[in-house]
């Protein structure tokens, strides 16, 4: 019997996952986007807490003998106001890019008329989905522009955990009404503890599924 079997209680009202549960998170949610025919050409992960599950949604997207779908990288970080602002605009936190897609490397055929898929880990408080959203629209506007396309582009999202609370920012109704934006589960508002930042992953696990999160 192990020491960790003596664990009967999470001591925190932290909400633990284990990487079997987001695997299956993905296995489900690649069944879904394949049943309705919205498998995407190019999929987008927002650093870090999107890169694994992207990467798990992939393989199981991924047609027999097919290619694999590209995965492109973004990175954003959200910093909070300190003392009084002015500037009433801000959505509660400034949004940083710390890594874009260079168009001036990429081909701009891969994003035009495309079905692309951003995958983050958690929808919280949506701003940073607001922004990756708003933000990648307006580039692939602009590379529409410039080859002459008036081929539509299917800008969808993906979330593990989406968090029943208010939002501080809003993502169009025709994304949210049109099946394009997908979360796998959808909980209340706690802190949720993802195996990746795990200092200890047996302990982790223990408490993922004590909560039966496994």
């Known amino acids: 019997m192990s020491s960790l079997d003596n664990i009967t209680e999470v001591p925190d009202h932290k909400l633990y996952i284990s990487y079997n549960n987001i695997h299956k998170l993905c296995q489900q949610a690649a069944q879904k986007l394949k049943d309705d025919d919205n498998i995407p050409d190019i999929i987008i992960a927002i650093g870090g807490g999107g890169f694994i599950p992207a990467r ?5 997207l991924k047609k027999p003998k ?20 002015e500037d009433d605009t801000k959505i509660g936190k400034e949004v940083i890019r710390t890594q874009w897609l260079d168009f001036s490397t990429l081909d701009k055929k891969m994003f035009v008329g495309k079905k692309l898929l951003i995958v983050d880990e958690v929808d919280d408080t949506r701003t940073t989905l607001h922004y990756a959203y708003n933000e990648l629209l307006k580039d692939i506007e602009l590379q529409q522009e410039e080859l002459k396309s008036t081929d539509p582009t299917n800008l969808g ?18 994304l949210m009404n049109s099946g394009n934006y997908l ?3 959808t909980v209340d508002d706690a802190w949720i503890a993802y195996p990746w930042d795990a200092a200890d992953i047996d302990l982790h696990t223990r408490y993922a599924t004590l909560q039966g999160n496994i």
């Open 56 to 60: 798990i949604l992939r393989s199981f």
């Open 66 to 85: 097919g290619k694999n779908i590209p995965i492109q990288a973004i990175g954003l970080s959200l910093y909070e106001a300190m003392g009084d602002d």
């Open 157 to 174: 999202i993906f979330v593990l955990h989406n968090k029943n609370k208010e939002k501080k920012a809003q993502l169009p109704e025709e």
């Open 183 to 185: 979360a796998a589960v």
